[in-house]
C-alpha cells in the first residue's frame, strides 16, 4: 500500500517502484518537492536487504557533487527506514534513448565529462558505483545548450566501497547485464574500472542508439561482455570524431589495465577533445594520431577543470609558448605563430594498455606554503575546541542524569495519583494528534487498567489500549510471520484476504466480509492480558477496520470496471454487427476480434465478483 505520510513528508505520487521499494514523490513541510526512497515494508525485517539500503544512505552522505543526486534527510517511519534525495525534473537517458533521441559525439562528450567528475569524487572516496547506465543518468528539464551540464548520476544502491565487503557474496553477478564491465560479468572482485567500462558502453549507446552488445537471454549478454570485442562506434554512428572513436573502443578493453587508469585520466582526454574541437561549426583538423596541439604558453594557465555552468571543479594546467600568439585558428587547431607537434596515438589508445593519457600539457606549479607546525597548530585548536565542548556537553549530561534519577526516585516513592494518570493519557493523545507517538503513552495506558480498573473512565482507557493493539497487530500483520512459525487459520485467512487488495479492493473486502462470518463463533470474548496476535477478536476488528477503509476504494473500482465491460461489450457488439455485413475472409477477421474481446472480459473479470454477471454473459455470448 502506498504511504500518505513519511516523517515530514507527504507524499504525492509514486515514480517507480522496485523489488526492494518503491521511490514517491513527495513535499516537505515548506513545500518543495523531493523525491522519497523506501524500502519495502515486508523486507524491512530482512537484514540483508536492511543493510544493503542503509549502506545507500551512508554511500550518499558522502558524496557531494552538482552532477550526483545528492541525500538531503533519512528516517524510518514503523520500522520502515526511507531517505529523501533532491527531485530531479526531466528524463532519464534510457527514457530519452528509447524515445529515439540520438545524441551528437559533442553531446556524448559533454555528458561523459559530467558524468566522469562524479565518478571521480565518488571514487575518490573509495565508492564504486557498479551500476552505470542510462537508466541511473537523470538528464535535469532546461533550455541548457550544455547537456552535460543537467545530467545527474543517481541509485547507488549496489555500490561497494574500496577495500570493503560487497553486498552479496563473492560469485554472484550485481548490475545490469548491458553495462556491466566483463571482470564483474564474472562474478570476481572489481575496483573504479568497472564504472570508467560502463561510461564507454552508455558513451556507445548515445552514439549508435544501442549499447554494443545485447541478446535475448541475461546470460548471452554476459557471455558478450566477456569474450566478443565490441564494435567501433565510428562504424554504426556518422561523423564521430577519430579520437572519440579511440577512447570508446579504449574505454571497452576486456583487460581492465588497457582502459584510463582513473576518472581524473578519463576528464583530461575527453576534455582534450573538447579542445581540438572547438565548435560544431568549424572542421575537424584530423585523427588524433596526425593533430598538431598549441605549444605550450609559459605562465598561461588553461583551466581544463575549471568551475563551468554546473560548478564543478577542474584542474590546472600549464600551456607553455608565446602568449602574444593566442588566437585558435579553427582550420588547423594550433595557436598561430607557435610551432605544433602531433599528438602520440598511444597517448589514447595506450601502448600495450598501461601508458598515460596526454603529454602535451602539464601541472601547472601552485603558490602554496604551508609548515607541519602550523598543521599541527590548527589540528590543536580544533581539537582544544572539541575537548571544551566535549566537556560542557558532559558535565551537562551529567546534570541532566542527576536530575532525572531524582526526578525518577521520587516518582517510584510517590506513584501517581488516577487524575495525574489520566491527564499524562490525556496529553500524549494530544502530542500524537499533531504528529506525536501515542505508544510513548502505553505505559501508563496499562498501568491505568491494572491499578483502576473501577474508575469511569477506565471504559475510555480500555478502548485506547485496543486501539494501540490494533495498530500492532496491523503493523505485524504486513510483515512475514518471523522465525518460521505457523499462523493460526484466522491469521491465515486475512493474510491471505489481504493479499488480494492489490488485484481488487472489491475481492479483498468480500474476503475479509466472509472471513468475519466464518469465524465469528468461534472467537469468543476479547483477551487482555494476551498477545495482539494470539486474541481472535481483535484480529476481526482488524479486519472490519480494513473493510471500513476499503469500502470507497472498492466502490471506485466497481464503478471503474462497469464502464470498462460496457465498452467491451459496445465494442463487440459493433464487431459483430459489421461481420454480419460482409464475407469471407474480413469477416472471419471480425469474428476473431469480437471473440478475443469477449475472451478479455472472461480473462481479466472472472476473479472479481462484483462482475460475475458480465462474465456469464461473455461466456454466453462466446458459445452462441
Not at 554472484?172 to 571482470?183: D, I, K, L, W
Not at 465498452?567 to 469477416?587: D, H, P, Y
Request: proline fraction near 7%; include cysteine.
Amino acid at each position: 500500500m502506498q504511504p500518505s505520510q513519511l516523517g515530514p513528508y507527504t507524499i504525492v505520487n509514486r515514480l517507480g517502484r522496485g523489488g526492494m521499494g518503491a521511490v514517491f514523490e513527495a513535499t516537505d513541510p515548506a513545500g518543495q518537492h523531493v523525491a522519497v526512497k523506501v524500502l519495502a515494508a515486508h523486507l524491512a525485517d530482512d537484514a540483508g536487504l536492511r543493510k544493503r539500503f542503509d549502506a545507500e544512505i551512508e554511500t550518499l552522505k558522502s558524496l557531494r557533487h552538482p552532477a550526483i543526486v545528492q541525500l538531503l534527510a533519512f528516517g524510518e517511519e514503523d520500522d520502515q527506514p526511507y531517505f529523501a534525495m533532491e527531485l530531479v525534473p526531466g528524463q532519464s537517458l534510457d527514457q530519452l534513448l528509447r524515445a529515439g533521441r540520438r545524441f551528437t559525439w559533442r553531446e556524448t562528450v559533454s555528458v561523459a565529462l559530467a558524468v566522469t567528475r562524479a565518478l571521480k569524487v565518488a571514487h575518490d572516496h573509495g565508492v564504486v558505483h557498479r551500476d552505470l547506465k542510462p537508466a541511473n543518468l537523470l538528464v535535469a528539464d532546461g533550455a541548457d545548450a550544455d547537456l552535460g551540464a543537467r545530467v545527474k548520476l543517481a541509485d547507488f544502491g549496489i555500490a561497494k566501497l574500496f577495500g570493503g565487503a560487497a553486498h552479496t557474496a563473492h560469485g554472484n553477478v550485481v548490475g545490469t547485464a548491458e553495462y556491466m564491465a566483463p571482470e564483474q560479468a564474472a562474478g570476481g572482485p572489481v575496483d573504479h574500472r568497472v564504472d570508467l567500462y560502463a561510461l564507454g558502453l552508455v558513451m556507445f549507446a548515445m552514439l549508435a542508439g544501442r549499447p554494443p552488445f545485447s541478446g535475448g537471454q541475461a546470460a548471452e549478454v554476459i557471455r558478450k561482455q566477456q569474450v566478443e570485442p565490441a564494435p567501433r562506434v565510428s562504424t554504426l554512428a556518422a561523423d564521430v570524431p577519430a579520437e572519440v572513436d579511440l577512447l570508446i573502443d579504449r574505454l571497452l578493453s576486456k583487460d581492465p589495465a588497457g582502459r584510463p587508469p582513473n576518472a581524473l585520466a578519463l576528464g583530461r582526454l575527453l576534455t582534450a577533445i573538447e579542445t581540438l574541437h572547438p565548435t560544431d561549426h568549424e572542421p575537424s583538423p584530423g585523427p588524433l594520431t596526425e593533430l598538431p596541439l598549441p605549444t605550450p604558453v609559459p605562465g598561461r594557465r588553461v583551466d581544463l577543470f575549471a568551475p563551468t555552468s554546473a560548478g564543478t571543479a577542474r584542474a590546472d594546467l600549464v600551456v607553455k609558448g608565446d602568449a602574444a600568439d593566442d588566437r585558435t585558428h579553427a582550420a588547423t587547431g594550433a595557436i598561430a605563430g607557435n610551432t605544433t607537434k602531433p599528438i602520440d596515438a598511444d597517448a589514447i589508445t595506450g601502448a600495450g594498455g598501461s601508458r598515460a593519457a596526454a603529454t602535451v600539457v602539464e601541472r601547472a606549479p601552485r603558490s602554496r606554503f604551508t609548515t607541519v607546525a602550523e598543521l599541527d597548530r590548527a589540528a590543536s585548536e580544533q581539537a582544544a575546541r572539541s575537548r571544551a565542548a566535549e566537556q560542557r556537553w558532559q558535565a551537562i549530561a551529567a546534570l541532566i542524569t542527576l536530575a532525572l534519577l531524582a526526578t525518577g526516585g521520587y516518582l517510584l516513592l510517590k506513584p501517581p495519583t488516577v487524575d495525574e494518570l489520566f491527564a499524562r493519557i490525556e496529553a500524549a493523545q494530544t502530542a500524537a494528534a499533531a504528529g506525536g507517538d501515542l505508544r510513548d503513552a502505553l505505559p501508563d495506558i496499562e498501568r491505568f487498567i491494572d491499578r483502576f480498573p473501577d474508575d469511569p473512565r477506565a471504559g475510555q482507557v480500555r478502548t485506547l489500549a485496543r486501539s494501540l493493539a490494533l495498530d500492532a497487530l496491523e503493523k505485524r500483520s504486513r510483515r512475514r510471520p518471523l522465525g518460521g512459525k505457523t499462523p493460526s487459520p484466522l491469521e491465515r485467512d486475512y493474510r491471505a484476504a489481504m493479499e488480494r487488495e492489490p488485484d481488487s479492493p472489491s475481492a479483498c473486502r468480500d474476503a475479509l466480509e466472509a472471513l468475519i462470518a466464518v469465524h465469528h463463533a468461534t472467537a469468543g470474548k476479547p483477551m487482555p492480558t494476551a498477545r495482539p496476535a494470539d486474541d481472535p477478536t481483535l484480529w476481526l476488528d482488524l479486519a472490519r477496520r480494513q473493510i471500513d477503509r476499503l469500502g470507497p476504494l472498492a466502490a471506485r473500482e466497481q464503478t471503474e470496471d462497469a464502464r470498462k465491460i460496457a465498452e467491451l461489450f459496445r465494442q463487440a457488439a459493433a464487431l459483430a454487427s459489421e461481420a454480419a455485413k460482409t464475407v469471407g475472409g474480413q469477416q472471419e477477421t471480425l469474428v476473431a476480434r469480437r471473440r478475443a474481446l469477449l475472451e478479455s472480459i472472461v480473462d481479466l473479470y472472472s476473479t472479481r465478483p462484483h462482475a460475475a454477471a458480465a462474465v456469464a454473459e461473455a461466456k454466453e455470448l462466446l458459445a452462441q
